[in-house]
């Protein structure tokens, strides 16, 4: 065992041993502490909280080498994912928190008096939840057989049985104290190699400074004007003005993220586990100081990352790497087969270009950045088995969430909710135990057997939530007369078109050749792409609902009465049984 | 009953002005405006482009806790807040 997978297996082992830890410090007792921690986790807790919940392993791995490739176009998913806090503080949180319930559909079902309204609401968060929980145990799993080299499949089992122990045992209360350790470690973790890339490449250990800086090389240069030649010499759009496919559809791609992330049931349902309204409000904001530090960092990684892989392979203008001479992290990822070179020119020297014909870096995978990086600026080994264990945490952090979101709504909603009305409380605890196992399973069986379409399944679950569950949430605090058919048929129409216009583009059910209408035009709706489409379906859903409620006439005195009430914040007692 | 629904006018107004900012940082100086204010330099950084990667996501923090501050003010003034 070399001394890189020594550091790894002590980070890996080490950080688990402490969630096990605190998991068994927090057990959960009653139903309370199992859905909402008992209602009493503090603002600052409760934002470090949602910030792991939140930032997956898409954020950790994924995000920064989106942004290297995209470079301006990546700003689509630094507000969108950041702005949707802004909503949720203002617009849904401290009046959800005041009704006092413990998940999104069961507001939803007493807001709209209505079961298919609970119904449909499960539904959605169902498919939201598990597709990205998809995403996580693949995380989980590309990370252990990349850093620990075993077995890809034996990687997620480890996964899977870390959760469970913890998730199963704890419930909200165990997740969100374990939440917490896991935030510090994937903060850690993602800022280390940032602060000392930045101070290489320009002296300044701040990332977010260094990226406004000038290169430490001597030459006076910013590294952002710098970047921008480098790239536009091999033909490649300049980094800082390259803007994805136009500003409408950055608008709207935009705007997609920040509702999608405002309606997401299990972010939503941390602002139940506070104590009272002025704590809801409040924990948003703590909650995005922690997102904002990794999110503020990205961008740099992104650029710097870019920049140093372009230096690797570009040395200096018109120059390029000898394949035989290439760096050990080059040979490392080419065994993942996420980095491929094709020596088309059978010069033996690497050329890499924006034109298809010529390039000869096939594939460059841009998951690879974040894990790559460290290895790329030839950081200390220590330092890439913290990644490693922050990629971890940033997975099993957000697969936790996602499976009590999963679990509470089955328990809770369908089964207490609608199927059996008399299931005690000790019952519904342990069924919700079992839901989360079964849970658990299913996704460690779609992880290991992912289904064609898992990729394109995220942007869906953005979609759904910005066109169904964010519109009936709003107007069901905002508009006191909106009525239960109203909000249905605005979901339903919501999400209707979304779907419709993703399968459109990518086939149903995503399986290629099978769009309905034939050869449209891609991204025929004002060159708005498929992935952006939910702030559309949202307007149609706000649409849709004040058409039917002119019609069908507005919501019963008594509910009209009920959104009175949760408007003020007197009286909020902590989340409760009906 | 009255005293309930000025507090829920000045929410409102409230959530009216910040959602103002938040529109302007982002929508505003990060896309629609992003080319004239490229023009400007902060450092390294075209203005634009900084709005649109970091300026954006430090407003949003600021306003939120700006609204939760003045919303507890608001809780007081109207004597609906938490015992």
């Given at each position: 065992m070399d001394e890189l997978q020594l550091y790894t297996y002590i980070a890996v082992f080490g950080s688990f041993a402490m969630y096990f830890?605190?998991?068994?410090?927090?057990?959960?007792?009653s139903t309370s502490d199992f859905y909402v921690a008992g209602g009493g986790v503090t603002p600052v807790q409760n934002g470090m909280a949602i910030g792991a919940d939140w930032m997956s392993a898409a954020s950790f791995i994924s995000m920064a080498g989106l942004i290297a490739f995209l470079g301006y176009g990546g700003s689509v998913f630094?507000?969108?994912w950041t702005g949707g806090y802004v909503l949720l503080a203002m617009l849904l949180a401290p009046y959800m928190r005041k009704h006092g319930k413990f998940t999104v559909p069961e507001f939803i079902s007493d807001r709209y008096y209505s079961k298919t309204a609970r119904?449909?609401?499960?539904?959605?968060?169902?498919?939201?939840?598990?597709?990205?929980?998809?995403?996580?145990?693949?995380?989980?799993?590309?990370?252990?057989?990349?850093?620990?080299?075993?077995?890809?499949?034996?990687?997620?089992?480890?996964?899977?049985?870390?959760?469970?122990?913890?998730?199963?045992?704890?419930?909200?209360?165990?997740?969100?104290?374990?939440?917490?350790?896991?935030?510090?470690?994937?903060?850690f973790a993602y800022t280390?190699?940032?602060?000392?890339?930045?101070?290489?490449?320009?002296?300044?250990?701040?990332?977010?400074?260094?990226?406004?800086?000038?290169?430490?090389?001597?030459?006076?240069?910013?590294?952002?004007?710098?970047?921008?030649?480098?790239?536009?010499?091999?033909?490649?759009?300049?980094?800082?003005?390259?803007n994805l496919g136009g500003t409408l559809n950055m608008f709207a791609y935009t705007l997609s993220l920040m509702i999608g992330t405002a309606g997401l049931p299990h972010v939503i349902m941390r602002f139940f586990t506070v104590p009272n309204v002025q704590a809801a409000r409040s924990s948003a904001g703590y909650a995005l100081v922690f997102i904002a530090l990794l999110y503020t960092v990205a961008p740099a990684v992104g650029a710097m990352a870019r920049l140093n892989l372009m230096n690797t392979i570009v040395p200096a203008a018109g120059e390029n790497l000898d394949y035989a001479e290439r760096p050990q992290w080059f040979k490392d990822w080419e065994k993942t087969g996420?980095?491929?070179?094709?020596?088309?020119?059978?010069?033996?020297?690497?050329?890499?270009?924006?034109?298809?014909?010529?390039?000869?870096?096939?594939?460059?995978?841009?998951?690879?950045?974040?894990?790559?990086?460290?290895?790329?600026?030839?950081?200390?080994?220590?330092?890439?088995?913290?990644?490693?264990?922050?990629?971890?945490?940033?997975?099993?952090?957000?697969?936790?969430?996602?499976?009590?979101?999963?679990?509470?709504?089955?328990?809770?909603?369908l089964m207490k909710g609608v199927l059996t009305p008399d299931l005690s409380e000790k019952n519904e605890l342990l069924a919700s135990r079992i839901v989360m196992t079964i849970s658990i399973?299913?996704?460690?069986?779609?992880?290991?057997?992912?289904?064609?379409?898992?990729?394109?399944?995220?942007?869906?679950?953005?979609?759904?939530?910005?066109?169904?569950?964010?519109?009936?949430?709003m107007m069901g605090i905002f508009s006191k007369?909106?009525?239960?058919?109203?909000?249905?048929?605005?979901?339903?129409?919501?999400?209707?078109?979304?779907?419709?216009?993703?399968?459109?583009h990518k086939g149903i059910m995503f399986i290629p050749g099978t769009s309905f209408l034939g050869g449209m035009e891609a991204n025929w709706f004002f060159g708005i792409s498929p992935n952006a489409f939910g702030a559309v379906g949202a307007l149609v859903n706000f649409a849709v609902a004040f058409a039917v409620l002119k019609v069908t006439g507005p919501a019963p005195s008594n509910i009209q009465q009920l959104v009175e009430n949760f408007r003020i914040p007197r009286g909020a007692g902590v989340a409760h049984e009906h | 009953?009255?005293?309930?629904?000025?507090?829920?006018?000045?929410?409102?107004?409230?959530?009216?002005?910040?959602?103002?900012?938040?529109?302007?940082?982002?929508?505003?100086?990060?896309?629609?405006?992003?080319?004239?204010?490229?023009?400007?330099?902060?450092?390294?950084?075209?203005?634009?482009?900084?709005?649109?990667?970091?300026?954006?996501?430090?407003?949003?923090?600021?306003?939120?806790?700006?609204?939760?501050?003045?919303?507890?003010?608001?809780?007081?003034?109207?004597?609906?807040?938490?015992s």
């Open positions: 830890a605190i998991a068994w410090w927090a057990r959960a007792g630094l507000m969108g119904i449909v609401a499960v539904v959605c968060l169902i498919i939201a939840s598990l597709t990205y929980i998809i995403g996580q145990m693949k995380g989980v799993g590309v990370a252990f057989s990349r850093f620990l080299e075993v077995d890809y499949g034996l990687g997620l089992g480890i996964g899977m049985a870390v959760v469970w122990v913890y998730a199963v045992l704890g419930g909200m209360k165990g997740i969100t104290y374990t939440q917490i350790a896991q935030y510090c470690v994937l903060i280390i190699p940032a602060v000392f890339i930045s101070l290489q490449l320009t002296g300044n250990p701040i990332p977010q400074l260094g990226l406004g800086s000038t290169l430490a090389d001597g030459s006076g240069v910013y590294l952002l004007d710098k970047l921008d030649q480098v790239v536009t010499d091999l033909g490649f759009k300049e980094y800082t003005t390259d996420l980095l491929t070179f094709e020596d088309k020119n059978g010069d033996g020297k690497i050329q890499y270009t924006s034109d298809k014909a010529t390039n000869e870096m096939v594939k460059v995978d841009r998951d690879i950045m974040v894990l790559a990086n460290p290895a790329i600026a030839n950081l200390p080994n220590w330092v890439i088995a913290l990644v490693a264990a922050g990629g971890l945490a940033a997975a099993l952090s957000t697969a936790a969430g996602l499976l009590l979101a999963i679990s509470s709504s089955v328990s809770h909603d399973l299913v996704a460690g069986y779609l992880g290991l057997n992912p289904p064609g379409f898992a990729a394109g399944t995220v942007a869906l679950a953005f979609g759904l939530a910005a066109s169904s569950i964010f519109p009936a949430l007369t909106m009525s239960g058919r109203a909000a249905i048929w605005g979901m339903v129409a919501g999400i209707g078109i979304t779907m419709l216009y993703v399968f459109q | 009953m009255e005293n309930n629904h000025s507090y829920w006018r000045e929410n409102l107004r409230l959530i009216f002005i910040c959602l103002a900012i938040w529109f302007v940082v982002s929508f505003g100086f990060g896309l629609l405006l992003v080319e004239p204010l490229n023009e400007i330099r902060l450092g390294g950084y075209k203005l634009g482009f900084w709005f649109a990667q970091q300026g954006s996501i430090y407003t949003f923090v600021a306003l939120i806790f700006w609204y939760s501050h003045q919303m507890n003010k608001l809780d007081k003034k109207h004597n609906v807040e938490e």
